[in-house]
Protein backbone atom coordinates (compact mmCIF):
# COMPACT_ATOMS: atom_id res chain seq x y z
CA UNK A 1 0.00 0.00 0.00
CA UNK A 2 1.01 3.25 -0.52
CA UNK A 3 1.67 6.09 2.04
CA UNK A 4 -1.13 8.14 0.56
CA UNK A 5 -3.41 5.00 0.37
CA UNK A 6 -2.44 4.03 3.89
CA UNK A 7 -3.16 7.79 5.56
CA UNK A 8 -6.48 7.86 3.23
CA UNK A 9 -7.61 4.21 4.76
CA UNK A 10 -7.08 6.05 8.63
CA UNK A 11 -8.52 9.17 7.65
CA UNK A 12 -12.08 7.20 6.83
CA UNK A 13 -11.72 5.15 9.55
CA UNK A 14 -10.80 7.94 11.86
CA UNK A 15 -13.91 9.90 10.59
CA UNK A 16 -16.14 6.87 11.64
CA UNK A 17 -14.61 5.97 14.66
CA UNK A 18 -15.22 9.68 16.04
CA UNK A 19 -18.14 10.23 14.40
CA UNK A 20 -17.69 12.88 11.72
CA UNK A 21 -18.47 11.23 8.28
CA UNK A 22 -20.50 7.63 8.39
CA UNK A 23 -21.27 5.40 5.16
CA UNK A 24 -25.00 6.60 4.39
CA UNK A 25 -27.22 4.29 5.11
CA UNK A 26 -24.77 1.64 6.55
CA UNK A 27 -27.30 -0.93 7.90
CA UNK A 28 -28.25 -1.80 4.17
CA UNK A 29 -24.64 -1.45 3.11
CA UNK A 30 -24.59 1.45 2.41
CA UNK A 31 -25.07 3.66 -0.76
CA UNK A 32 -21.91 4.39 -2.96
CA UNK A 33 -20.90 8.20 -2.86
CA UNK A 34 -23.01 9.05 -0.36
CA UNK A 35 -22.09 10.50 3.51
CA UNK A 36 -23.62 11.68 6.61
CA UNK A 37 -21.70 13.59 8.88
CA UNK A 38 -21.61 12.42 12.39
CA UNK A 39 -21.77 14.97 15.62
CA UNK A 40 -18.17 16.15 15.57
CA UNK A 41 -18.65 16.07 11.65
CA UNK A 42 -21.39 18.20 11.73
CA UNK A 43 -19.64 21.20 13.81
CA UNK A 44 -16.69 21.22 11.72
CA UNK A 45 -18.53 21.69 8.84
CA UNK A 46 -20.80 24.23 10.09
CA UNK A 47 -17.57 25.93 11.60
CA UNK A 48 -16.06 25.91 7.92
CA UNK A 49 -19.38 27.28 6.81
CA UNK A 50 -19.41 29.99 9.39
CA UNK A 51 -15.93 31.20 8.69
CA UNK A 52 -16.70 30.87 4.71
CA UNK A 53 -20.08 33.48 5.16
CA UNK A 54 -17.99 36.03 8.04
CA UNK A 55 -15.65 36.27 5.10
CA UNK A 56 -17.95 37.00 2.51
CA UNK A 57 -21.05 38.04 3.73
CA UNK A 58 -20.39 39.65 6.81
CA UNK A 59 -17.23 41.99 6.67
CA UNK A 60 -17.89 43.04 3.14
CA UNK A 61 -20.70 45.68 2.93
CA UNK A 62 -21.41 44.53 -0.76
CA UNK A 63 -22.22 41.41 -0.70
CA UNK A 64 -25.08 39.97 1.19
CA UNK A 65 -26.48 36.22 1.46
CA UNK A 66 -29.15 33.86 0.11
CA UNK A 67 -30.84 30.65 0.38
CA UNK A 68 -32.44 29.53 -3.35
CA UNK A 69 -34.97 26.43 -3.43
CA UNK A 70 -33.10 23.53 -5.06
CA UNK A 71 -36.21 22.95 -7.48
CA UNK A 72 -36.21 25.96 -9.89
CA UNK A 73 -38.13 25.98 -13.01
CA UNK A 74 -37.11 23.30 -15.96
CA UNK A 75 -36.05 26.52 -18.35
CA UNK A 76 -33.86 27.44 -15.87
CA UNK A 77 -31.04 24.50 -16.73
CA UNK A 78 -31.68 25.45 -20.53
CA UNK A 79 -30.78 29.24 -20.09
CA UNK A 80 -27.99 28.32 -17.89
CA UNK A 81 -26.74 24.97 -20.78
CA UNK A 82 -26.81 22.31 -18.33
CA UNK A 83 -29.71 20.25 -20.60
CA UNK A 84 -27.19 20.99 -23.47
CA UNK A 85 -24.21 20.61 -22.51
CA UNK A 86 -23.66 19.47 -18.93
CA UNK A 87 -21.98 16.04 -20.04
CA UNK A 88 -19.05 14.00 -19.02
CA UNK A 89 -17.55 11.66 -21.76
CA UNK A 90 -18.27 8.15 -20.97
CA UNK A 91 -16.07 4.66 -21.87
CA UNK A 92 -16.21 1.59 -20.72
CA UNK A 93 -13.92 -1.13 -21.25
CA UNK A 94 -14.85 -4.44 -22.53
CA UNK A 95 -13.29 -6.40 -20.41
CA UNK A 96 -12.82 -5.52 -16.65
CA UNK A 97 -16.26 -3.57 -17.24
CA UNK A 98 -15.21 -1.01 -15.84
CA UNK A 99 -16.12 3.01 -16.59
CA UNK A 100 -14.10 6.05 -16.95
CA UNK A 101 -14.63 9.33 -18.21
CA UNK A 102 -12.19 9.44 -21.38
CA UNK A 103 -11.38 12.63 -20.17
CA UNK A 104 -9.71 12.07 -17.43
CA UNK A 105 -7.86 8.99 -19.06
CA UNK A 106 -6.59 11.07 -20.86
CA UNK A 107 -5.57 13.68 -17.69
CA UNK A 108 -4.07 11.07 -16.33
CA UNK A 109 -1.68 10.20 -18.82
CA UNK A 110 -0.46 14.09 -18.97
CA UNK A 111 0.12 13.83 -15.31
CA UNK A 112 2.53 10.69 -16.12
CA UNK A 113 4.28 13.09 -18.54
CA UNK A 114 4.09 15.62 -15.87
CA UNK A 115 5.67 13.51 -13.28
CA UNK A 116 8.71 12.59 -15.77
CA UNK A 117 9.49 16.44 -15.70
CA UNK A 118 9.25 16.24 -12.06
CA UNK A 119 11.66 13.69 -12.24
CA UNK A 120 14.12 15.02 -14.26
CA UNK A 121 14.36 18.14 -12.31
CA UNK A 122 14.80 15.81 -9.20
CA UNK A 123 18.06 14.23 -10.70
CA UNK A 124 19.13 17.39 -12.05
CA UNK A 125 18.95 19.21 -8.71
CA UNK A 126 20.87 16.46 -7.42
CA UNK A 127 23.87 16.85 -9.90
CA UNK A 128 23.89 20.39 -9.70
CA UNK A 129 23.45 21.29 -6.11
CA UNK A 130 22.67 24.89 -5.10
CA UNK A 131 23.62 26.07 -8.68
CA UNK A 132 20.36 24.24 -9.84
CA UNK A 133 18.09 27.12 -11.31
CA UNK A 134 14.79 24.92 -12.33
CA UNK A 135 13.35 27.86 -14.59
CA UNK A 136 15.95 28.35 -16.47
CA UNK A 137 16.20 23.92 -16.69
CA UNK A 138 12.69 23.51 -17.67
CA UNK A 139 13.16 26.11 -20.44
CA UNK A 140 16.12 24.47 -22.06
CA UNK A 141 16.83 20.90 -21.15
CA UNK A 142 15.67 19.17 -24.71
CA UNK A 143 14.34 16.49 -22.90
CA UNK A 144 11.70 18.38 -20.33
CA UNK A 145 11.22 20.86 -23.67
CA UNK A 146 10.04 17.75 -25.43
CA UNK A 147 7.88 16.50 -23.09
CA UNK A 148 6.13 19.69 -22.28
CA UNK A 149 5.41 20.15 -26.30
CA UNK A 150 3.78 16.88 -25.91
CA UNK A 151 1.92 17.76 -23.06
CA UNK A 152 0.62 21.11 -24.95
CA UNK A 153 -0.10 18.87 -27.93
CA UNK A 154 -2.57 16.88 -26.36
CA UNK A 155 -3.78 19.40 -24.09
CA UNK A 156 -4.86 21.30 -27.25
CA UNK A 157 -6.37 18.06 -28.99
CA UNK A 158 -8.47 17.38 -25.51
CA UNK A 159 -9.81 20.84 -25.72
CA UNK A 160 -10.57 20.80 -29.71
CA UNK A 161 -12.53 17.42 -29.51
CA UNK A 162 -14.27 17.95 -26.24
CA UNK A 163 -15.29 21.28 -26.81
CA UNK A 164 -16.57 20.08 -30.55
CA UNK A 165 -18.33 17.45 -29.30
CA UNK A 166 -16.40 14.92 -31.49
CA UNK A 167 -16.56 11.62 -29.74
CA UNK A 168 -14.64 9.62 -32.35
CA UNK A 169 -11.94 11.56 -32.22
CA UNK A 170 -11.47 10.93 -28.01
CA UNK A 171 -11.76 7.38 -28.26
CA UNK A 172 -9.10 7.70 -31.18
CA UNK A 173 -6.42 9.46 -29.18
CA UNK A 174 -7.05 7.23 -26.37
CA UNK A 175 -6.09 4.19 -28.81
CA UNK A 176 -3.43 6.04 -30.48
CA UNK A 177 -1.89 6.51 -26.87
CA UNK A 178 -2.59 3.07 -26.11
CA UNK A 179 -4.42 3.70 -23.00
CA UNK A 180 -4.95 0.87 -21.03
CA UNK A 181 -7.66 0.21 -18.49
CA UNK A 182 -6.33 -0.17 -14.94
CA UNK A 183 -8.13 -3.11 -13.38
CA UNK A 184 -7.88 -5.29 -17.00
CA UNK A 185 -4.80 -3.96 -18.56
CA UNK A 186 -6.19 -4.40 -22.16
CA UNK A 187 -7.48 -1.15 -24.77
CA UNK A 188 -10.45 -2.90 -25.61
CA UNK A 189 -12.77 0.52 -25.22
CA UNK A 190 -16.02 1.24 -26.18
CA UNK A 191 -16.55 4.27 -27.92
CA UNK A 192 -17.57 7.14 -26.11
CA UNK A 193 -20.58 8.34 -25.38
CA UNK A 194 -22.12 11.47 -23.51
CA UNK A 195 -23.38 11.33 -20.31
CA UNK A 196 -25.51 14.19 -18.91
CA UNK A 197 -25.09 14.87 -15.03
CA UNK A 198 -28.18 15.79 -13.74
CA UNK A 199 -30.44 13.74 -11.60
CA UNK A 200 -34.32 14.28 -13.05
CA UNK A 201 -36.78 13.87 -11.01
CA UNK A 202 -40.75 15.05 -11.32
CA UNK A 203 -43.16 17.46 -9.20
CA UNK A 204 -46.67 16.26 -8.22
CA UNK A 205 -48.54 13.16 -9.15
CA UNK A 206 -49.75 15.15 -12.40
CA UNK A 207 -47.88 14.63 -16.01
CA UNK A 208 -45.62 17.66 -16.28
CA UNK A 209 -41.91 18.70 -17.20
CA UNK A 210 -38.78 17.06 -16.40
CA UNK A 211 -37.65 18.71 -12.61
CA UNK A 212 -33.63 18.67 -12.08
CA UNK A 213 -31.99 18.21 -8.68
CA UNK A 214 -30.03 21.39 -9.37
CA UNK A 215 -26.31 20.92 -10.14
CA UNK A 216 -24.82 24.06 -8.74
CA UNK A 217 -26.00 26.93 -6.65
CA UNK A 218 -25.09 29.78 -8.54
CA UNK A 219 -28.57 29.59 -10.80
CA UNK A 220 -30.78 30.92 -7.82
CA UNK A 221 -28.71 33.25 -7.66
CA UNK A 222 -28.87 34.69 -11.38
CA UNK A 223 -32.48 34.34 -11.63
CA UNK A 224 -32.78 35.95 -8.12
CA UNK A 225 -30.60 38.83 -9.45
CA UNK A 226 -32.96 41.49 -9.99
CA UNK A 227 -34.93 40.55 -6.44
CA UNK A 228 -31.81 41.29 -4.60
CA UNK A 229 -30.37 43.84 -6.35
CA UNK A 230 -33.56 46.20 -5.25
CA UNK A 231 -34.68 44.98 -2.42
CA UNK A 232 -31.10 45.60 -1.03
CA UNK A 233 -30.62 48.50 -2.77
CA UNK A 234 -27.04 47.13 -4.05
CA UNK A 235 -25.18 49.10 -6.42
CA UNK A 236 -22.58 47.52 -8.85
CA UNK A 237 -20.44 45.99 -8.05
CA UNK A 238 -22.24 43.99 -5.41
CA UNK A 239 -21.86 39.86 -4.61
CA UNK A 240 -24.68 37.67 -3.59
CA UNK A 241 -23.61 34.68 -1.41
CA UNK A 242 -25.09 31.02 -1.08
CA UNK A 243 -24.16 27.79 0.55
CA UNK A 244 -26.72 24.82 -0.06
CA UNK A 245 -26.58 21.35 -1.84
CA UNK A 246 -26.38 20.26 -5.19
CA UNK A 247 -26.39 17.27 -6.82
CA UNK A 248 -24.36 15.15 -9.81
CA UNK A 249 -24.87 12.06 -10.92
CA UNK A 250 -21.07 11.69 -11.40
CA UNK A 251 -20.32 8.84 -13.47
CA UNK A 252 -16.64 7.85 -10.83
CA UNK A 253 -17.43 8.97 -7.36
CA UNK A 254 -14.47 8.12 -5.56
CA UNK A 255 -11.75 9.54 -2.69
CA UNK A 256 -14.40 9.18 -0.30
CA UNK A 257 -15.87 12.94 0.00
CA UNK A 258 -14.17 14.21 -2.47
CA UNK A 259 -16.17 13.37 -5.24
CA UNK A 260 -19.85 12.87 -4.00
CA UNK A 261 -23.74 12.83 -5.95
CA UNK A 262 -25.17 14.72 -3.16
CA UNK A 263 -22.45 17.61 -2.14
CA UNK A 264 -22.88 21.13 -0.64
CA UNK A 265 -21.41 24.34 -2.67
CA UNK A 266 -20.27 27.54 -1.39
CA UNK A 267 -20.69 30.01 -4.36
CA UNK A 268 -20.39 33.73 -4.87
CA UNK A 269 -21.63 35.57 -7.83
CA UNK A 270 -19.87 39.16 -8.09
CA UNK A 271 -21.90 41.65 -10.11
CA UNK A 272 -19.29 44.13 -11.67
CA UNK A 273 -19.46 46.47 -15.25
CA UNK A 274 -18.62 44.75 -18.24
CA UNK A 275 -14.91 45.45 -19.16
CA UNK A 276 -14.12 45.40 -15.49
CA UNK A 277 -14.35 41.23 -14.91
CA UNK A 278 -10.87 40.68 -15.29
CA UNK A 279 -9.70 43.09 -12.65
CA UNK A 280 -12.23 41.62 -10.00
CA UNK A 281 -11.35 38.19 -11.22
CA UNK A 282 -8.13 39.09 -9.90
CA UNK A 283 -9.04 40.17 -7.12
CA UNK A 284 -11.34 37.41 -6.11
CA UNK A 285 -8.33 35.53 -6.76
CA UNK A 286 -6.07 36.90 -4.64
CA UNK A 287 -8.72 37.14 -1.90
CA UNK A 288 -9.68 33.43 -1.83
CA UNK A 289 -6.06 32.54 -2.19
CA UNK A 290 -5.45 35.19 1.23
CA UNK A 291 -8.48 33.26 2.59
CA UNK A 292 -6.93 29.75 2.79
CA UNK A 293 -3.59 30.56 3.67
CA UNK A 294 -5.29 32.69 6.75
CA UNK A 295 -6.09 28.68 8.10
CA UNK A 296 -2.43 28.11 8.25
CA UNK A 297 -2.66 24.86 6.74
CA UNK A 298 0.72 25.13 4.65
CA UNK A 299 1.38 27.64 2.21
CA UNK A 300 3.26 25.42 0.15
CA UNK A 301 -0.36 22.81 -0.04
CA UNK A 302 -1.68 25.34 -2.32
CA UNK A 303 -1.18 26.36 -6.37
CA UNK A 304 -3.47 27.95 -8.41
CA UNK A 305 -4.70 26.13 -11.95
CA UNK A 306 -4.98 28.72 -14.86
CA UNK A 307 -7.68 26.77 -17.25
CA UNK A 308 -6.65 26.70 -20.70
CA UNK A 309 -9.92 24.89 -22.26
CA UNK A 310 -12.49 27.42 -20.69
CA UNK A 311 -16.04 26.40 -20.37
CA UNK A 312 -18.57 28.12 -23.20
CA UNK A 313 -19.41 30.82 -20.39
CA UNK A 314 -16.12 31.68 -19.15
CA UNK A 315 -13.49 34.36 -20.55
CA UNK A 316 -11.33 33.22 -17.63
CA UNK A 317 -11.02 30.91 -15.26
CA UNK A 318 -8.64 28.95 -12.33
CA UNK A 319 -8.72 26.37 -9.66
CA UNK A 320 -7.54 27.25 -6.27
CA UNK A 321 -6.05 23.04 -6.08
CA UNK A 322 -5.20 21.76 -2.61
CA UNK A 323 -2.44 19.10 -1.72
CA UNK A 324 -4.73 16.12 -1.29
CA UNK A 325 -2.83 12.96 -0.17
CA UNK A 326 -3.75 11.92 -3.65
CA UNK A 327 -2.22 15.09 -4.97
CA UNK A 328 -2.86 18.24 -5.97
CA UNK A 329 -6.62 18.36 -6.87
CA UNK A 330 -9.45 21.28 -7.24
CA UNK A 331 -11.05 22.75 -3.85
CA UNK A 332 -12.39 25.87 -5.18
CA UNK A 333 -13.13 27.63 -8.40
CA UNK A 334 -12.87 31.56 -9.37
CA UNK A 335 -14.43 31.80 -12.75
CA UNK A 336 -15.13 35.14 -14.78
CA UNK A 337 -18.65 33.79 -16.34
CA UNK A 338 -19.33 37.17 -18.44
CA UNK A 339 -22.71 38.16 -19.12
CA UNK A 340 -23.40 34.82 -20.02
CA UNK A 341 -26.45 33.41 -17.44
CA UNK A 342 -28.05 36.82 -17.04
CA UNK A 343 -28.31 36.94 -20.77
CA UNK A 344 -29.65 33.75 -21.31
CA UNK A 345 -31.75 34.11 -18.66
CA UNK A 346 -33.25 37.14 -19.91
CA UNK A 347 -33.90 35.41 -23.56
CA UNK A 348 -35.61 32.47 -21.92
CA UNK A 349 -37.89 33.58 -19.13
CA UNK A 350 -38.49 36.93 -21.09
CA UNK A 351 -37.68 39.23 -18.60
CA UNK A 352 -35.27 42.23 -18.07
CA UNK A 353 -32.14 41.41 -16.22
CA UNK A 354 -30.37 44.85 -16.67
CA UNK A 355 -29.17 47.19 -14.06
CA UNK A 356 -28.97 51.21 -14.37
CA UNK A 357 -25.67 52.50 -13.47
CA UNK A 358 -26.22 56.21 -12.37
CA UNK A 359 -22.34 56.75 -12.26
CA UNK A 360 -21.93 56.27 -15.88
CA UNK A 361 -25.84 57.02 -16.74
CA UNK A 362 -26.46 53.75 -18.49
CA UNK A 363 -28.22 50.30 -18.94
CA UNK A 364 -26.43 47.37 -18.86
CA UNK A 365 -26.46 43.52 -18.51
CA UNK A 366 -23.99 42.51 -15.59
CA UNK A 367 -20.56 40.57 -15.63
CA UNK A 368 -19.72 37.65 -13.13
CA UNK A 369 -17.59 36.86 -11.39
CA UNK A 370 -18.03 33.74 -8.98
CA UNK A 371 -16.42 32.49 -6.69
CA UNK A 372 -17.27 28.21 -5.75
CA UNK A 373 -15.88 25.83 -3.51
CA UNK A 374 -16.93 22.38 -2.25
CA UNK A 375 -17.84 22.65 1.67
CA UNK A 376 -17.01 18.83 1.64
CA UNK A 377 -13.96 19.13 -0.05
CA UNK A 378 -12.88 21.61 1.91
CA UNK A 379 -13.97 19.74 5.25
CA UNK A 380 -11.89 16.58 3.51
CA UNK A 381 -8.56 19.14 3.01
CA UNK A 382 -8.93 19.64 6.71
CA UNK A 383 -9.05 16.36 7.95
CA UNK A 384 -6.25 15.10 5.87
CA UNK A 385 -3.82 17.97 6.48
CA UNK A 386 -5.11 17.41 10.79
CA UNK A 387 -4.54 14.11 10.90
CA UNK A 388 -1.49 12.54 12.21
CA UNK A 389 0.26 10.56 15.02
CA UNK A 390 3.26 11.33 17.30
CA UNK A 391 5.53 10.12 20.02
CA UNK A 392 4.60 11.81 22.93
CA UNK A 393 7.51 10.00 25.65
CA UNK A 394 8.00 6.26 26.94
CA UNK A 395 7.90 5.01 23.40
CA UNK A 396 3.59 6.07 23.63
CA UNK A 397 1.75 6.97 20.52
CA UNK A 398 -0.96 9.86 20.06
CA UNK A 399 -3.41 10.55 17.55
CA UNK A 400 -4.03 14.22 17.36
CA UNK A 401 -6.17 16.15 14.82
CA UNK A 402 -4.10 19.11 14.16
CA UNK A 403 -7.05 21.53 13.03
CA UNK A 404 -7.11 25.53 13.21
CA UNK A 405 -8.51 25.38 16.34
CA UNK A 406 -11.42 28.14 14.72
CA UNK A 407 -12.46 25.28 12.99
CA UNK A 408 -12.46 22.98 15.63
CA UNK A 409 -15.89 20.62 16.51
CA UNK A 410 -15.12 21.66 20.70
CA UNK A 411 -13.18 24.42 21.80
CA UNK A 412 -12.70 23.13 25.20
CA UNK A 413 -13.29 20.29 27.40
CA UNK A 414 -13.65 20.37 30.91
CA UNK A 415 -12.37 17.12 33.34
CA UNK A 416 -13.13 17.15 36.95
CA UNK A 417 -9.92 15.39 38.34
CA UNK A 418 -12.42 12.75 40.11
CA UNK A 419 -16.32 12.37 40.49
CA UNK A 420 -16.16 13.60 43.96
CA UNK A 421 -15.41 16.16 46.56
CA UNK A 422 -17.54 18.75 44.53
CA UNK A 423 -15.15 18.38 41.48
CA UNK A 424 -17.86 17.67 39.45
CA UNK A 425 -20.09 20.42 40.31
CA UNK A 426 -17.09 22.92 40.00
CA UNK A 427 -16.66 21.82 36.73
CA UNK A 428 -20.46 22.16 35.33
CA UNK A 429 -20.31 25.81 36.62
CA UNK A 430 -17.70 26.50 34.71
CA UNK A 431 -18.90 24.54 31.63
CA UNK A 432 -22.21 26.75 32.10
CA UNK A 433 -20.09 29.53 32.46
CA UNK A 434 -18.01 29.18 28.71
CA UNK A 435 -20.75 27.14 26.75
CA UNK A 436 -22.46 30.14 25.77
CA UNK A 437 -19.38 31.14 23.66
CA UNK A 438 -17.78 27.78 22.75
CA UNK A 439 -18.86 24.58 22.02
CA UNK A 440 -17.41 22.73 25.12
CA UNK A 441 -17.28 19.25 26.04
CA UNK A 442 -18.07 17.41 29.82
CA UNK A 443 -15.92 14.05 30.33
CA UNK A 444 -15.96 12.78 34.22
CA UNK A 445 -15.16 8.91 32.55
CA UNK A 446 -11.93 7.16 32.47
CA UNK A 447 -8.48 8.65 33.38
CA UNK A 448 -7.42 12.42 32.78
CA UNK A 449 -4.99 10.42 29.99
CA UNK A 450 -7.31 8.83 28.68
CA UNK A 451 -9.64 11.52 28.14
CA UNK A 452 -6.51 14.00 26.95
CA UNK A 453 -6.25 10.85 24.22
CA UNK A 454 -10.05 11.37 23.00
CA UNK A 455 -9.82 15.06 23.03
CA UNK A 456 -6.55 14.77 21.31
CA UNK A 457 -8.19 12.44 18.43
CA UNK A 458 -10.96 15.05 17.73
CA UNK A 459 -9.19 18.08 17.58
CA UNK A 460 -10.09 19.97 20.87
CA UNK A 461 -7.67 22.87 21.14
CA UNK A 462 -7.70 22.97 24.99
CA UNK A 463 -8.40 20.48 27.99
CA UNK A 464 -9.51 22.19 31.45
CA UNK A 465 -9.02 20.39 34.46
CA UNK A 466 -10.68 20.55 38.18
CA UNK A 467 -8.70 19.29 40.68
CA UNK A 468 -8.50 19.69 44.61
CA UNK A 469 -7.04 23.12 44.20
CA UNK A 470 -9.54 24.53 42.19
CA UNK A 471 -12.16 24.34 45.03
CA UNK A 472 -9.99 26.38 47.01
CA UNK A 473 -8.54 28.93 44.82
CA UNK A 474 -10.95 29.05 41.87
CA UNK A 475 -7.63 28.01 39.39
CA UNK A 476 -7.91 24.99 36.85
CA UNK A 477 -4.58 23.72 34.42
CA UNK A 478 -5.57 24.07 30.75
CA UNK A 479 -3.70 21.93 28.20
CA UNK A 480 -2.76 22.99 24.61
CA UNK A 481 -3.57 20.37 22.30
CA UNK A 482 -0.44 20.97 20.34
CA UNK A 483 1.85 21.56 22.45
CA UNK A 484 0.65 19.39 25.28
CA UNK A 485 2.03 22.14 27.91
CA UNK A 486 -0.36 22.57 31.24
CA UNK A 487 -0.56 25.87 32.49
CA UNK A 488 -2.71 26.83 35.82
CA UNK A 489 -4.55 29.77 35.48
CA UNK A 490 -7.44 31.11 37.29
CA UNK A 491 -11.16 30.17 35.97
CA UNK A 492 -11.92 33.08 35.50
CA UNK A 493 -9.43 34.22 32.66
CA UNK A 494 -10.67 30.76 30.54
CA UNK A 495 -12.93 33.06 28.57
CA UNK A 496 -10.24 35.19 27.26
CA UNK A 497 -7.38 32.09 26.45
CA UNK A 498 -10.23 30.20 24.50
CA UNK A 499 -10.91 33.34 22.61
CA UNK A 500 -7.46 34.39 21.81
CA UNK A 501 -6.94 30.99 19.63
CA UNK A 502 -10.61 31.08 18.08
CA UNK A 503 -11.38 34.37 17.68
CA UNK A 504 -12.59 34.78 13.74
CA UNK A 505 -10.28 38.40 13.24
CA UNK A 506 -7.32 36.34 14.36
CA UNK A 507 -7.19 34.35 11.48
CA UNK A 508 -8.27 36.79 8.61
CA UNK A 509 -6.44 40.10 9.69
N1 LIG B 1 -20.92 27.23 -10.18
C1 LIG B 1 -19.65 26.75 -10.61
C2 LIG B 1 -19.38 25.36 -10.28
O1 LIG B 1 -20.24 24.64 -9.83
P1 LIG B 1 -17.50 23.55 -10.32
O2 LIG B 1 -16.04 23.72 -10.57
O3 LIG B 1 -18.25 22.56 -11.12
O4 LIG B 1 -18.11 25.01 -10.51
C3 LIG B 1 -17.25 24.13 -7.79
O5 LIG B 1 -17.71 23.24 -8.78
C4 LIG B 1 -16.70 23.37 -6.61
O6 LIG B 1 -17.68 22.44 -6.13
C5 LIG B 1 -15.47 22.52 -6.92
O7 LIG B 1 -14.30 23.28 -6.84
C6 LIG B 1 -15.53 21.46 -5.83
O8 LIG B 1 -14.94 21.95 -4.63
C7 LIG B 1 -17.02 21.29 -5.60
N2 LIG B 1 -17.53 20.08 -6.28
C8 LIG B 1 -17.85 19.94 -7.58
N3 LIG B 1 -18.29 18.69 -7.83
C9 LIG B 1 -18.25 18.03 -6.66
C10 LIG B 1 -18.58 16.69 -6.26
N4 LIG B 1 -19.08 15.81 -7.12
N5 LIG B 1 -18.39 16.34 -4.96
C11 LIG B 1 -17.90 17.23 -4.07
N6 LIG B 1 -17.59 18.50 -4.39
C12 LIG B 1 -17.75 18.91 -5.66
Same mark, same amino acid.
Given at each position: /????????????? @??????????????????????????????? +???????????????????????????????????????????????????????????????? !??????????????????????????????????????? =????? *????????????????????????????????????????????? $?? +????????????????????????????? =? +???? $????????????????????? =????????????? /???????? %?? #???? %? !?????? $??? @????? /???? *??????????? @??????????????????????????????????????????????????????????????????????????????EEVGNGEMR????????????????????????????????????? #?????????????G??????????????????? =???????????????M?????????????????????????
Amino acid at each position: /MTNYEDLFKKVIA @HCKEYGFVFQSSEIYDGLSASYDYGPNGIEL +KNNIKDYWWKSMVNINENIVGLDAAIFMHPNTWKASGHVDAFNDPLIDNKDSKKRYRADTLLEN !YISKIEAKIEKDCLKAAKRFGQAFDRKKFVSTNKRVLAR =QAEIN *NLNEKIHTHISSGNLSAIKSLIEDLDIKCPVSGTSNWTDVRQFNL $MF +KTQIGAAKSADLYLRPETAQGIFVNFLNV =Q +KTSR $MKIPFGVAQVGKAFRNEIIAR =QFIFRMREFEQME /MQFFVRPG %EE #IKWY %E !YWKNTR $MKW @HKSLK /MGNE *NYRFHDHENLA @HYANAASDIEFKFPFGFKELEGIHSRTAFDLKSHQKYSGKKLMYFDQEINKSYTPYVVETSIGLDRMFLAVLTNSLCEEEVGNGEMRTVLKIPPLLSPLKAAILPLTKKDGMPEKARKIMQDLQ #IDFNCQYEEKDSIGKRYRRQDAIGTPFCVTIDH =QSLEDNTVTIRDRDTMIQKRVSATSLRSIISEKVNFAKYLY
